[in-house]
């Protein structure tokens, strides 16, 4: 008949022989550790392990896509990885690399190229507290100077390291950050939405729901910079001012805002899709 240790069928000798067994296999352990100290050595093992598994889950664990990004990264954390590509004057798609060229990025581990190899492996970031004017997307007129922002920012941060600080997740899935990126000569940290501001290529986020700025003191130092562009007449804001003297036929413009541009184009594809039968 079938029986097992536990088992009250088992003929109480054989019980009692394997319960002998046991205990000679588990002396030495037993032993060992009933020395003084001797316990010491595999706490710490085990304490290391699980401190280790921690270490990587909080800062070398990959993040694959915005759907991987944790809320408790909103506000307290920050995403290091490579931009793979760039959709607009304001947003691009990070491919995160966690722990940097000290993790092994670069020499141990590569970022893929092909974008077949990026599909679903990168997350995709709108830079807080700025507006780039609107590309000509799903049929619709482009404004001016959406390319040049687009163009700008390629240059800026395309196959670049950047590090995103993370505020939230917008109505797209994507990630709302302040980028920051290092450039050569002196490879000094840039903010960059002040250079998209500087460079006229950008206003600040006007909405009056869900504008992240990292802060009331950087909203103010985006202002200011927008400001300044404006009265020096970069980029878009050249329109504002015209041909001058050198180029009288070109005619000052009024400057719609990105925000003003979508609003319009809202409330018009609104207008004709209740005047559709």
């Not at 009692?16 to 067994?21: A, L, N, V, W």
Request: proline letters at 6%; zero cysteines.
């Amino acid at each position: 008949m079938p029986w097992s240790l536990g088992s009250s069928s088992a003929p109480s000798g054989d019980k009692d022989d394997i319960k002998s067994k046991l205990s000679s296999w588990t002396k030495p352990i037993r032993d060992h550790l009933s020395e003084g100290g001797n316990w010491i050595a595999p706490v710490i093992a085990a304490g290391a392990t699980v401190g280790f598994w921690s270490f990587y889950k909080t800062y070398l664990r990959r993040i694959p896509n915005s759907a991987h990004v944790s809320t408790r990264y909103f506000h307290r954390r920050s995403l290091f990885g490579k931009v793979t590509s760039v959709g607009d004057g304001d947003g691009f798609h990070l491919y995160h690399t966690p722990g940097g060229r000290l993790a092994g990025w670069g020499w141990l581990r590569t970022v893929p190229k092909l974008r077949k190899e990026l599909k679903g492996q990168t997350i995709p970031i709108r830079i807080a507290g700025v507006d780039a004017p609107e590309g000509g997307h799903f049929g619709r007129t482009a404004q001016p100077f959406a390319a040049e922002a687009q163009k700008f920012l390629d240059s800026h941060i395309l196959n670049r390291r950047v590090r995103a600080y993370v505020w939230r997740r917008d109505q797209y899935d994507r990630i709302v950050a302040t980028v920051y990126v290092r450039r050569p000569p002196f490879f000094q940290r840039k903010d960059v939405s002040m250079e998209l501001l500087k460079q006229g290529f950008a206003t600040t986020y006007e909405a009056k729901t869900g504008a992240e700025f990292g802060g009331p003191s950087k909203e103010i130092e985006y202002k200011v910079a927008e400001e300044v562009a404006r009265q020096k007449g970069k980029g878009m804001w050249s329109l504002e001012k015209g041909g001058g003297f050198f180029h009288p036929s070109k005619k000052a413009q009024a400057i719609e805002s990105p925000m003003a541009y979508k609003r319009r184009v809202k409330l018009a594809e609104k207008q004709q899709r209740n005047l559709d039968p």
